[in-house]
Structures are given as C-alpha cells and as structure tokens.
C-alpha cells in the first residue's frame, strides 16, 4: 500500500461524497500505514477522527478493499509535535492547567460541596444518585436526569458533583454550564463560522453537566445540535448529567427523540422538603452563622417555627434566617419568635398564601380533562368519581376547610362521602404511583 494508492480512494470518495464533505474531513486525513488490516491515519484533533469513523469510516473500508488491500477497521492518532532538532534548548515550560468543572464553563459556587448538603427523605436518592456519579469509575446510569421545583438542590447537587470530580480526577475535563449558556455559545459559533471548535469542544469533555434544559424547549437548531451532543458522548462513554424544573415527558416544545433519551438514563425527582429537612437545613446554617455572629443567641423555636411557616422553597427559607441574623445582629437583640416576625412579616406574609376549594377543582378537572360541573355533579362513573376524590384529597390537605364545608362545596355532599374519598385517596397513593405522581404534580401546580 503506498500514498498513490490512497490517492487513487480518495478522488473516488471525492466523487462519493462531495466536494465540501471531501474538503472539511478526507482531505486533512494523512495515511501512515496498513499493519495487520488496520489501517493507520495521522489526523490533526481527536475529532476529526471520531467523526470520519463514524461517519465515512464503513465507505472508506470498502474503497480500500476494492483495490486488493485487505482492511477490516481504521484508527486515527494525533501526531505528537517536537520540536525541531536544531533549536536550542528552553526551558521546560510550566503544564498548561488540565480543563477543569470550571473551565469553559459556568463558575462553580465553593459553598454548594456534598458536606453542605443536606440529605432527607425527599432527596436521598438524587444524593445517592450524585455520590455514586461523582465517585468515577465505569458508566452506571446515562444521564443522570435530576429534577424539581424551584430551590431543591438540582444545582447544589451538579456543583458537587462537579467539586468532588475534579479533586478526584484532575485529568478529567468536566464542563458545567447551564442550557442558557449552551444555546448563547452555539449561536456565537454559528455566526462566527466557527461550528468545529465548537462541535470539538463539547464532544471532547469527559463529563458534560448542563443546567435548566427545559430552556431549550421551542429552539430546533439548538436541541438538534444538543441531541447529536448528547449522541456523540453517550456513544463514547462520556457521562451526562442533565438538571430541570420538571420530568423529560412534561418539558413543553422538547423534540420527542431528546425526550427518549432523557429518559434512557436514571431519572430522579428531588421531591419537596418536608419539616425535617427544613429543620435540618436551618440548622446546619446556624452552625455556619455561629462563627460569624459568636455574640448572638437564638432562642428555642425559632427554627422550629422557620421550618414551618415556609415550606416551598430552600432558597426563600436560607434567605430568610440570613436576614434574620443580620438584622439581629444591626439591633444587638437576641432572635426571638417576636423579633423573627417583625423582620420576617413579608416573607411570612408571602409563604401564606390560601389555596381555594374552588381553586383546587378547576386544577383537577383541567389536569384529568373533565368538566367541572361532572366533577361537582351528581354522575359515579369512574372517569369522575376518581378525580373528585383526588379533589377532595387535596382541599382536605391544602385548605383549612372542614369535612362538612368541602362536602358542600363538591355538590352538597355528605362529610362521610368526602372522609371516604379522602382515605381512599390517602390509600392509592402508596400502590398506585400515577396516583401519586398526580398528586405530586397538581399540589406543585396550585402552590405555584
């Protein structure tokens, strides 16, 4: 096999496959050597040779045959450069720093590591999930898909994960960014006509995190490039965690085969906080401010009382207790259940919000597709008994409305009626997980 050879196979694939095709990935080909039926290219990234292989690798083999070589696969290698023998000796310059989770990328928050996470019942296994992905090794799950409300832990987790990646394996090149960010550098790209770096970058990293994917719902050219990304590294190996504000099937505008494959990995719901978490949350922050604030004292309850009064979101309940320890802090007073409420009253205010009766109806008859006068009406098939009671369920749960009260307002029915359909309810949702999720769904919808 000789150069003239491979001249010979690449006018035919130049024929074949088309003078830009030719020009943009045979052309920068350069043959080395045919050992074994392996045939040898020098090329000059990793991605071009990734690409040719996958792409043209199966047409350039047949070529090859066709004129009496014997070739079964193609590698490709990227020549080291030496210097030339003539220069003079320099000094060993310092490493050029390993890509890094915040190089590239978005910068990563040093508060936000696994020992500042606090784990309950209702993300234990998203932290399950993020430990065993930021422990390396082999594969397990891809993507990891994290998912939830708004102040849950997606981004601490992703920030962890990213921290503990690059303190175990410097080498790795983990890119963090969010899918904003994502978008925002593939347009650059496309008007600066720089679509190979670009492409070459993302499909260079060894783990990619990307932030708020739902925003690339509704843009074509952005979630085609994203799917053939997400290809391209799940085809090599390359881990993908992925984060949203709701599950791959309920992202609106999302292409349906980005859908498929969010969903091939291991999706996992970070569900809401409940007390204990709120406590706990609360109180590892008191730990943090009692450095920062040695001389003040907060009395028992207060946390307590925090934990609550707001329960929707993380981020509103660690701002809340900031403000309080600085405010108390300006007053030189003691943090009192008095003192919380005069600083606090808007937040508290705010985190008050009344769920309506009617409120609750109309939500589930638009969820389950019904009418609400079937709903309230007199009719038992279970295409409405099921949703009344689900309706029921959630006004005995997020109103302060008595039996009786809720009865009259599904109809004039009886408080026994709805205590039943309220323990039926309380029941489904443990062997039933479309009734749960359901549920799950429709109380995120209304606190919204």
């Known amino acids: 096999m000789t150069n003239e050879t491979w001249a010979k196979v690449q006018s035919t694939l130049k024929a074949a496959l088309g003078v830009n095709n030719f ?17 040898t290219f020098h090329v000059p990234t ?63 928050d040093q508060r936000f590591t696994f020992d500042t996470f606090v784990v309950g019942k209702p993300n234990e296994l998203a932290h399950a999930a993020a430990r065993r992905v930021a422990d390396g090794g ?32 410097p080498e790795l090149n983990v890119l963090y960014l969010s899918a904003e960010q994502f978008m925002y550098r593939f347009i650059t790209a496309l008007r600066e006509r720089k679509m190979m ?17 739902q925003f690339i719902g509704g843009k074509d050219s952005t979630q ?37 494959r969010l969903q091939c990995g291991l999706v996992v719901d970070l569900h809401p906080t409940d007390y204990e978490l709120r406590l706990g949350i609360l109180q590892s922050k008191v730990d943090v ?27 509103v309940l660690e701002g809340a207790l900031t403000r309080l320890f600085a405010f108390a802090s300006l007053v030189g007073r003691e943090i009192t259940l008095e003192l919380t409420q005069d600083c606090l009253s808007d937040v508290l205010k705010a985190s008050d919000r009344k769920v309506t009766v009617e409120e609750i109806q109309r939500k589930v008859s638009e969820h389950y597709n019904i009418r609400l006068s079937d709903m309230i009406g007199p009719k038992r098939v279970r295409n409405y008994a099921r949703p009344r009671q689900i309706a029921m369920f959630l006004a005995k749960r997020m109103t302060s409305r008595s039996l009786p009260e809720i009865g009259r307002r599904f109809g004039g029915r009886d408080h026994t009626t709805v205590m039943h359909g309220v323990k039926r309810i309380e029941e489904l949702k443990v062997t039933d997980s479309q009734i749960a999720d359901d549920l799950e769904l429709l109380r995120r919808a209304l606190e919204e």
């Not at 799940?234 to 292409?255: F, H, M, N, T």
């Open 46 to 108: 990793n991605f071009i040779g990734n690409y040719v292989s996958q792409n043209f690798g199966d047409q350039i083999i047949y070529h090859m045959n066709q004129t009496g070589a014997s070739v079964r696969r193609l590698e490709f290698a990227v020549p080291a450069k030496s210097a030339p023998a003539a220069a003079a000796p320099k000094a060993t310059p310092a490493p050029k720093p390993t890509a890094t989770a915040d190089i590239s990328g978005a910068p990563l």
């Open 224 to 260: 085609e490039e994203f799917f053939h990304t997400f290809n391209a590294l799940v085809d090599g190996q390359k881990q993908i965690i992925i984060s949203a504000d709701r599950a791959p099937g309920e992202i609106k505008d999302l292409e349906e085969r980005i859908k498929s």
């Open 138 to 169: 082999p594969v397990t799950f891809n993507p990891l898909f994290l998912y939830g409300g708004v102040g849950l832990g997606k981004t601490h987790l992703m920030h962890a994960i990213a921290h503990e990646l690059k303190q175990r394996s």
């Open 23 to 39: 020009s943009s990935w045979i052309e920068p080909l350069a043959f080395s050597d045919i050992s074994a039926g392996v045939m």
């Open 289 to 315: 401010y009692a450095a920062q604030y040695p001389d003040l004292e907060i009395a028992p309850g207060v946390l307590e009382f925090l934990a609550h009064r707001i329960s929707t979101n993380v981020r």
């Open 197 to 213: 770096d670009f492409k070459q970058l993302f499909r260079s990293v060894d783990v990619l995190m990307v932030d708020d994917v």
